[in-house]
């Protein structure tokens, strides 16, 4: 009974009987009033807060709450008022959602009520009213042009004029609940959001009127601030007018530094976009306490303890100040204070690890050490603590306003403010900036400085293309301050200063955005144009964060560390720093952890059969510890961290006698593994000359993680695998042979790979991006040493592969496609043919796949295939070409047409792959009955995709094949319909394309056919002639800046087929050429000179794709072109007519002046 009796007395099950006596009173009786306010008085008084609804009780409150508003009418204002305390009630606690009428029929009585009650009770009205709009906007809409009037409740009690603090308080609170929206939807109309903005920021710019209470102006600040929040986290906002961003700015940075001590009463009302600091007025100086009275104070006097809230508000991120001894100041000017930082772990984040940078740069970046006494010594503690905390919520609101505006208005507008919010060079004669690290460092509460660092990490985010104009290299003395100087001066206080607030930091959660900040900044800072320094201190300092006992901490010190060896790798900083002996400053906790830990190295794995693994793995790590040349201790870190168990952990279960198993419990958490992982992939990317010699060791390691347990540590272990071999095909490709890894390991290394964990991982079909993952590894493996393997592990490679490319998950289906892509280019495979058939047809099922993604690295692989069949075509067996010539070549013909249609990034390759087929087509398949047609098609896609609108590496691949079709003699190229349509399509790409790269693909294009027939007839001859003499006169017109580094390329190209047309042409051509030479004598002798001057043309430099060698030709063989040319003309001016020979005679002699000068340009020089 007593179970019952208290179901049926919680809140949610007696709103049905409350809705029952609220509709047994009319308010005819004489005891209305009573009974109807004890009602409310009785529901107000309820605890909700433990409470749960459900869908009945929801329905009894809609019911509740409409009977209530139609029972109580706008005269008894404080039944009015109760009902909206209880509105504010049940909506807050117990979370209730009206349904569409109940919720209309409510807004409609306060709108009324609004209009009817005394305006005393107006603020608690437009509380309920606000809570009831809150993210519910739509079925508000048609009241909103009553309170949006000019003369409407909002916009008058929202007004600066308006002397009630409270009722405009509640006016801008309920403003910001109508913009509260989801993300990237607005709530109300442009012209509705408009005016609110307009009264966010006129508020926002407002002073605190003189007998305003300090708490009250408070409130309005922060609904304010709320609003202009809701406002930009709704859609872009794009400033309507030109100060607007300038305004908001200025007082957001106002509010940054609301109620901090020194900081000044009065700021711009407007920034504006400047390279430099602007409008910062001094800083008011805190009031000074007597030398006399200070000792005094603190050595008689005991602190008040404040009680309750007051405590908590006042304790808050207060920072620890140590007592210094008088020889401390003298150890940090003589840089002696760094030695001890480990001995004491609550001391260290305070001293300054290096002390000559305190010494200089901004003085007002340093950690502002507050004594707690002084806060604490007034009489009206309580106050000034609730005073504090309004404030704090000010400058966090602040904060977190301004991150929704760096993230909806475009970055290249707000780098225009850097220097209002980021430290830079201090002005002349006056006080430094203020700036987000001001804040960082200033700030009493750990939640605001964590909020300002947070947004200078969205500001530095994307920042790199910005930050690349920095430089301080090499800047000659000048009269004035370049932008690029100035920038780099700021980068510098940046790295100073945020060093500074990571030595002072306390708060971990706050230390931790420290770091990520530090980690945007390097990862957009141009170092390379910086003189070096900066990331020396930063790797020093972050050390000692490592072992930190907070996890966020040690992750994000490992992501720092990533960034900073990933970051434009190899610079010389950094690896200056990665050669370090073992034994520096910094490094000794790590070394003394590892060898610590050398004797529990058999207990790193946790199965018995693993023991072999694991003695590999100790006398890999006793080869680092006991190097000839030291270890790089980063390195050997992430190796500790991902097989050891954490500091000061015992490494056995408790009264467990197995000493080879590890209690999973004692090592590192899987965030601190993942990311000690991932720092191993970006050292071996960008520093794997340094690591070559712990190869095998590596293995070990990435073998440890693909034998856990959990998937995401597989999957890392096997990206280390992946980084490790395309770090040595990367090697062998561009290192010198002293350099490389010896062959023999590598090849015992993918041996090791091979017949280790990673093929369990390829079947892994639970985890499909483990399979990925996976098959990227394979086709990471050297060409070189792949021939070298076991046959049986060549096997085991191509069996897998091919068996994963029929996987149902795109991603395993993909990466498999395009590891055949990879190996169909090994020298042993692409004579292997059952493996190009077999590849072959898998590679044309993936190209009619459902997934771009499968379709793109087919057309990829399909590309390779074609490539793979030219460079062998010598060499194949007969057997192979005899397969493409039947069946399979004309099904490899045709999916490349069907893949030419399809999407820019599948088309790229398609019509690179037909384009090599239209060169292997042989003159007995013309004969073929059906291929004819086959030949049409295949050429009109293109051409068609030459003419087409798609991007230029698109256009750019259709020029080459169409180049590689040309090249094929047995084509018709002549006579067939389709030629003039090509050429055509060329000359006009030639031309007038945009890109260079196309225009130069395009040329030699037009240059490829070998003989004069293949041109066609004279008028076809004399417009490609005529197309690139016009290239010529047009190539330094009309093209974008970043064209002009192909432009030497380019004129090279252009003079080359005009050489190449020459040396072919017959007398019908003679008279277009006589008529062009004559007309552009001087333009065309000043090409031709510079590119006989030229010994290797600079264009196609570092062009993957460039592998035809036209714009590489020596000085030589442009003479022998220019002979040749006039040997063939001298040929037709003597066998000929009389009319050809005198056209012959004029463009020879036009050749002769060409070579006359380019003789006489050589005896100049």
Not at 604 to 619: F, G, H, P, S, V
Request: with cysteine.
């Amino acid at each position: 009974m007593d179970m019952d009796d208290t179901e049926y007395n919680a809140p949610g099950m007696r709103f049905g009987s409350y809705y029952n006596k609220l509709c047994s009173l009319t308010p005819s009786d004489p005891s209305f009033k009573t009974e109807i306010n004890l009602l409310l008085d009785e529901l107000i008084s309820e605890n909700y807060s433990n409470s749960t609804t459900k869908d009945g009780d929801m329905q009894d409150v809609c019911r509740l709450l409409l009977k209530a508003s139609q029972l109580i009418p706008f005269s008894l204002e404080h039944l009015v008022l109760k009902l909206c305390q209880l509105v504010i009630q049940l909506l807050n606690q117990l979370q209730v959602f009206l349904d569409a009428q109940s919720h209309n029929c409510i807004v409609s009585y306060y709108i009324q009520a609004l209009h009817a009650c005394s305006s005393w009770t107006h603020a608690d009205i437009l509380l309920a009213l606000s809570l009831l709009v809150s993210g519910n906007v739509t079925n508000f809409q048609q009241h909103l042009p009553s309170l949006f009037d000019p003369k409407g409740i909002l916009m008058t009690y929202s007004a600066s004029s308006q002397p009630d603090l409270e009722l405009r308080c509640a006016a801008i609170h309920c403003m910001a609940s109508l913009c509260l929206g989801a993300p990237g939807q607005a709530c109300l109309e442009q012209p509705y959001r408009e005016i609110c903005f307009r009264a966010f920021l006129q508020t926002l710019q407002s002073l605190k009127p003189q007998r305003a209470e300090e708490l009250v102006f408070c409130t309005l600040v922060q609904n304010a601030l709320k609003g202009m929040q809701h406002f930009l986290n709704g859609v872009k906002w794009k400033p309507q007018h030109g100060e607007d961003l300038g305004s908001l700015l200025a007082v957001l940075k106002k509010c940054m530094f609301h109620g901090l001590q020194g900081m000044p009463a009065e700021m711009p009302k407007v920034l504006y976009p400047a390279p430099l600091p602007q409008y910062d007025v001094p800083m008011t100086a805190p009031p000074k306490v007597s030398e006399e009275t200070a000792p005094a104070r603190s050595a008689g006097s005991k602190k008040k303890k404040p009680r309750g809230s007051a405590k908590k508000a006042e304790t808050e991120g207060r920072r620890v100040e140590k007592k210094n001894t008088g020889d401390e100041p003298e150890k940090l000017r003589q840089g002696g204070c760094h030695g001890n930082l480990r001995e004491d772990k609550d001391s260290w984040s305070l001293k300054p690890h290096h002390p000559q940078m305190l010494l200089g740069g901004n003085p007002f970046c340093q950690p502002s050490w507050r004594s707690s006494e002084s806060e604490f010594s007034d009489t009206e503690g309580g106050f000034n603590a609730k005073l504090r905390l309004y404030q704090m919520r000010i400058r966090q609101g602040s904060l977190h306003c301004f991150l929704s505006l760096i993230k909806c208005v475009d970055k290249r507008l707000l780098f225009g403010y850097w220097s209002a919010f980021v430290p830079g060079a201090p002005s002349i004669g006056g006080p430094p900036s203020l700036s987000l690290l001001t804040v960082a460092l200033k700030d009493p509460s750990p939640k605001v400085r964590a909020g300002s660092l947070q947004v200078l990490s969205a500001f530095l985010e994307g920042s790199r293309l910005f930050l690349s104009a920095a430089e301080d290299i090499n800047t000659p003395r000048q009269a004035f301050t370049s932008f690029s100087a100035t920038l780099a001066f700021s980068l510098r206080e940046l790295h100073r200063s945020l060093l500074l607030a990571l030595m002072a930091e306390s708060s971990p959660q706050t230390l931790t955005q420290v770091i990520k900040c530090l980690a945007h900044l390097v990862c957009n800072t141009p170092y390379h144009r910086l003189q070096p320094g900066l990331l020396g201190p930063v790797w020093k300092q972050i050390q000692q964060y490592i072992r930190h006992r907070d996890v966020n901490v040690r992750v994000s010190s490992l992501t720092l560390l990533g960034t900073m060896v990933s970051a434009q790798a190899p610079l010389p900083e950094i690896q200056q720093l990665l050669e370090q002996p073992a034994k520096t400053a910094g490094n000794d906790a790590v070394g003394e952890s590892m060898a610590t830990c050398e004797e529990h190295m058999s207990h790193n794995w946790r199965q018995q059969q693993q023991q072999q693994q694991c003695c590999a793995l100790e006398e890999a790590r006793h080869h680092w510890l006991c190097g000839e040349e030291g270890v790089r201790w980063l390195l050997r870190l992430c190796v500790c961290l991902v097989t050891q168990p954490r500091e000061g952990q015992t490494t056995r279960h408790e009264g467990s006698d197995d000493k080879n198993h590890l209690s999973p419990n004692l090592l590192e958490p899987p965030p601190v593994k993942l990311e000690a992982l991932q720092v191993l992939a970006h050292l071996v990317k960008g520093y794997f000359s340094l690591l070559q010699d712990w190869l095998l060791e590596l293995y070990q390691v990435s073998a440890c993680c693909l034998r856990e347990q959990d998937p995401s540590m597989q999957l890392h272990g096997t990206k280390l695998l992946e980084e490790l071999g395309t770090a040595i095909i990367q090697q062998y490709r561009t290192a010198e042979k002293t350099k490389l890894v010896p062959l023999c390991k590598v090849i015992q290394f993918w041996s090791d790979v091979l017949s280790g964990p990673l093929t369990t991982a390829l079947q892994n079909e639970q985890h499909p991006t483990l399979q990925t993952s996976a098959c990227d590894t394979l086709s990471s493996i050297l060409p070189q040493a792949f021939r070298m393997l076991q046959e049986k592990t060549q096997m085991l490679c191509v069996t897998v592969l091919l068996g994963l490319t029929y996987s149902d998950n795109s991603l395993v289906k993909a990466a498999s496609v395009r590891a055949l892509g990879v190996y169909i280019l090994f020298p042993g495979l692409s004579e292997d043919v059952n493996f190009m058939v077999d590849s072959a047809g898998v590679i044309m099922t993936a190209l009619e796949d459902h997934s771009p993604n499968v379709r793109a690295k087919a057309a990829w692989s399909l590309g390779n295939l074609t490539d793979a069949i030219i460079v062998n075509m010598e060499c194949v067996t007969s057997d192979l070409l005899a397969e493409l010539s039947s069946g399979l070549f004309l099904k490899l013909v045709k999916a490349s047409i069907q893949a030419a249609k399809d999407k820019d990034r599948i088309k790229s390759n398609a019509v690179r792959a037909l384009g090599n087929l239209l060169h292997l087509v042989q003159p007995h398949q013309l004969q073929e009955p059906g291929f004819e047609e086959l030949l049409d098609r295949a050429m009109c896609v293109l051409v068609d995709t030459v003419q087409s609108d798609a991007t230029m590496k698109v256009r750019w691949n259709a020029c080459y094949a169409l180049g590689n079709a040309f090249k094929n003699s047995a084509l018709p190229l002549g006579t067939a319909s389709w030629a003039a349509k090509a050429y055509t399509a060329l000359s006009c790409a030639v031309v007038s394309c945009k890109n260079f790269k196309v225009r130069i693909k395009s040329a030699a294009a037009l240059a490829m056919p070998s003989s004069r027939a293949q041109y066609g007839d004279a008028c076809q001859f004399a417009q490609v002639w005529t197309a690139t003499v016009t290239a010529l006169e047009n190539s330094t017109e009309g093209a974008d800046f970043l064209e002009f580094r192909y432009h030497t390329s380019l004129c090279d190209q252009l003079c080359q087929t005009l050489l190449h047309l020459l040396c072919l042409c017959q007398p019908q051509d003679l008279q277009a050429v006589q008529g062009s030479v004559e007309v552009h004598s001087s333009l065309l002798t000043g090409f031709l000179v510079s590119y006989l001057e030229e010994s290797v043309s600079a264009a196609g430099k570092g062009e993957q794709d460039d592998d035809d060698g036209s714009n590489s030709r020596l000085s030589h063989d442009r003479m022998k072109e220019m002979a040749d040319a006039v040997s063939a003309l001298k040929g037709l001016s003597e066998d000929h007519a009389e009319w050809s020979a005198t056209s012959a005679c004029v463009v020879i002699m036009f050749l002769d002046e060409v070579l006359r000068n380019h003789k006489q340009t050589n005896v100049t020089l």
